[in-house]
């Protein structure tokens, strides 16, 4: 079974530009969640999308956006990169939350390395 | 969801058992502790979750105590690949899609 997959494995931008990050599921899961990982710094979660809904959003500013599609995957995008925004950016995907117990367990991909010059 | 701590370092010995504590003493009923690791500079990897009962899976084995207020994480014969930063996160149903990752332990497999 194929795991998440993100593309691209690497991002080079300029400061003031815009970047678009690319992320697929793991077949057969419906939410996507993104998290930031600055260099030396824990996870920090970004926007979980399910379903095409956003679902919930981390304490980033609004130039910090996403979308997910109908075969559930998904694009996060950052407009007006500023130096800071150079980070690690990880996708997981996890299926759909099946009742209200438990939960559902999230499968990370490789990470988009993003640099900002 | 509980906090949880982790001590910030240990070594473990190639072929030993690596034992990985953490604590989450406010733990509440209907969170579940989870276990992830992160080889440097790729995607945290899942090893094993569990509520109440231990449990064990190809990777290792999760041991939380009766009270739930801690568990253990082992690893039953630690290689070099196992070198990783090991993340102890309480879940629980209140699905805001966040995990919490704290500091984790780092773990370094030694020859």
């Known amino acids: 079974e194929a795991g998440v997959t993100q593309s691209p494995t690497h991002l080079i931008k300029t400061r003031g530009q815009q970047a678009t990050l690319r992320c697929s599921p793991i077949s057969g899961h419906t939410s996507v969640y993104w998290y930031q990982q600055a260099l030396g710094l824990g996870l920090q979660f970004l926007l979980w999308?399910?379903?095409?809904?956003?679902?919930n959003r981390g304490n980033f500013p609004p130039r910090f956006s996403g979308r997910q599609f109908p075969n559930y995957s998904s694009e996060l995008n950052v407009n007006a990169l500023e130096l800071e925004d150079s980070a690690l950016y990880l996708c997981?995907?996890?299926?759909?939350?099946?009742?209200?117990?438990?939960?559902?367990?999230?499968?990370f991909g490789p990470g988009t390395r993003l640099t900002v010059l | 969801d509980a906090k949880t701590t982790q001590p910030t370092s240990m070594d473990c010995a190639e072929g030993r058992a690596a034992n990985l504590p953490c604590n989450h003493s406010?733990?509440?009923?209907?969170?579940?502790v989870y276990w992830y690791r992160q080889i440097h500079s790729q995607g945290p990897q899942y090893i094993i979750h569990?509520?109440?009962n231990n449990e064990t899976n190809e990777m290792a084995s999760l041991i939380i105590t009766e009270d739930r207020k801690s568990s253990t994480l082992i690893l039953p014969h630690a290689t070099l690949r196992d070198t990783a930063v090991y993340y102890c996160i309480a879940i629980g149903s209140s699905n805001t899609g966040k995990l919490i990752f704290g500091q984790g332990t780092t773990l370094q497999v030694k020859p």
């Open positions: 997981a995907s996890s299926p759909r939350l099946i009742g209200t117990g438990g939960t559902d367990t999230q499968y």
């Open positions: 999308y399910d379903e095409g809904e956003e679902r």
């Open positions: 569990g509520l109440k």
């Open positions: 406010t733990i509440s009923g209907n969170e579940y």
